[in-house]
Structure formats: C-alpha cells, structure tokens
C-alpha cells in the first residue's frame, strides 16, 4: 500500500507510542474511526479514518492528519482547502475502536463548503422524552 506526504509506508508502521498503539482497536483495514468536535462548543465536525501513522502526525504535529481510504493516502486537513484544524485534545473510546479529536477549525469543516458534515442532512425521526422513560421496576 503506498502513502503520500512522506512517500511509500508500509501498513502498521509508525512510531506511535506503544502504550497509545496496544489500546487501539483497528478494523480490518488498520483504521479507527475519528469523530471530529469543534473543542469550545462541542459541535460534531465530520468523521475520517485514521491509522497508527495519520495519528502519530496527528499527536505530533497539532495538525489534524487522516487517512483516506478512496485515495489511499494521508491528508492533513486544510492542506488544500485553507480550512485547518489545529489539534486541541485526542481521546480514546472505552472500547478503544475510536477516537474523539477535538480542533479549533479555521473555516468549513466539509469539503462541501458547510461548517460541518452534518449541516443539512437531518433525517427525520422520532424522538424520545425524559418524561417517557422510567427505570425498570419503575411504575
């Protein structure tokens, strides 16, 4: 599998911390989810894919870096777009098959050109109330 930005690597390599790479859970394709959250309002950004590599870029260069699986290559975000996530926080699910990256994002977060993935594609649903719910053995 050959990766731009820094020429060919080959899956799995990477210099990510042993600690951080024993607790990740990949798919079947070496990758984990990264849920993307604007870090002072806690708006969900857009989901990418991220490997031991594009993480390692991630967590040492406070840039958000992402693996596309369509072009198979790294992309760190805003490279082409001008619309940059500088890197806040990482953290890691309990389950360790996702990440949650938290960013300051310089313009649009979507390739569409909307400030987030999301915006726009609700679907409709029904939704739930507190009022609804009771615990069980609850009358």
């Known amino acids: 599998m050959s990766r731009s930005d820094t020429g060919p690597v080959r899956p799995g390599a990477s210099d990510l911390d042993e600690h951080v790479a024993r607790k990740l859970k990949h798919d079947g394709n070496g990758l984990v989810a990264a849920v993307v959250q604007q870090y002072d309002s806690g708006e969900v950004l ?5 490997d ?3 993480l390692r ?9 992402y693996f596309s699986r369509s072009r198979q290559e790294y992309w760190r975000k ?3 777009s001008g619309n940059v996530q500088l890197v806040k926080g990482v953290s890691l ?3 360790g098959d996702a990440l949650l990256v938290r960013v300051d994002q310089l313009g ?3 390739h569409t050109g909307t400030d987030t993935c999301f915006t726009g594609r609700d ?3 029904v939704t739930g109330s507190r009022l609804d719910h009771r615990s069980p053995g609850e009358k």
């Open 108 to 110: 649009a977060a979507c």
């Open 57 to 65: 870029r991630t967590l040492t260069t406070g840039r958000a870096t």
């Open 46 to 50: 857009m989901l990418g894919w991220m």
């Open 123 to 125: 679907i409709e649903t």
């Open 93 to 95: 699910d309990c389950d």
């Open 78 to 80: 805003g490279d082409t």
């Open 52 to 54: 031991d590599e594009a």
